[in-house]
């Protein structure tokens, strides 16, 4: 009766973790990519999310540029950023666990910290590509919506040039996601596989 409690408490600071986390790591690759497509960032320059990034942001990419040798086109600060929260996210969940007795190996940790990068990568690309699409049907035009166009046009572009309008409908955000929930799936198959040899 006691550990229930214990568990709900653990429960909702796993929760506010994820969400917090998540929210921050996410706006990190957010930041990294969109310098990978040199998009500006400020709002004169058609990006209102650029001040939002920023402020979520900055307080650990900028400590990290300042040490980090610079590389054209790949912000290494924002990537490096969204690694180690997600490091200190399944840190502090182990630490939980291994206070209540579980037996777990501190060594699966940065393993759990690099696939939660690429899970916020596949999750973060399929929000857009959703919003995209559903803006695209109510046919919204602004400043997000050109963001929005900038940033899903590279993966969609491809899947473009093999598949052809049905009906005069685009398809390739459907068929982007499809293809998103496949990697998905293997890469859960592929962290199980390696959790298991460490």
């Known amino acids: 009766m006691g550990s229930e409690p214990s568990h709900m ?3 909702i600071v796993s929760l506010l973790l994820d969400v917090t986390v998540g929210l921050v ?10 310098q990978f497509q040199r998009i500006p960032m400020s709002v004169r320059a058609g990006n ?3 001040p939002f990034i920023f402020t979520l942001s900055d307080w650990i990419v900028l400590p990290l540029r300042r040490v980090l040798p610079r590389i054209p086109a790949i912000d290494l600060a924002s990537v490096l950023a969204a690694f180690l929260l997600q490091l200190a996210q ?15 190996h501190g060594t699966a940790v940065p393993v759990m910290a690099f696939f939660g990068v690429l899970r916020l990568l596949i999750k973060g ?3 857009l590509v959703v919003i995209y699409a559903l803006l695209s049907w109510i046919q919204m035009h602004s400043e997000a919506t050109d963001l929005l166009d900038r940033l ?13 309008l049905v009906g005069g409908v685009d398809l390739s955000p459907l068929a982007l996601l499809v293809l998103l929930q496949i990697a998905n799936l293997v890469m859960l198959s592929v962290q199980a596989w390696v959790l298991a040899l460490v």
């Open 9 to 11: 408490i653990d429960q």
């Open 125 to 127: 690309l399929t929000g």
């Open 90 to 104: 399944f840190g502090l969940l182990w630490l939980l666990e291994f206070l209540h007795g579980a037996q777990g």
């Open 152 to 164: 899903v046009a590279p993966p969609l572009t491809p899947i473009r040039r093999h598949l052809p």
């Open 25 to 34: 790591a996410g706006m990190c690759l957010l930041r990294a990519y969109m």
């Open 48 to 50: 209102p999310a650029g």
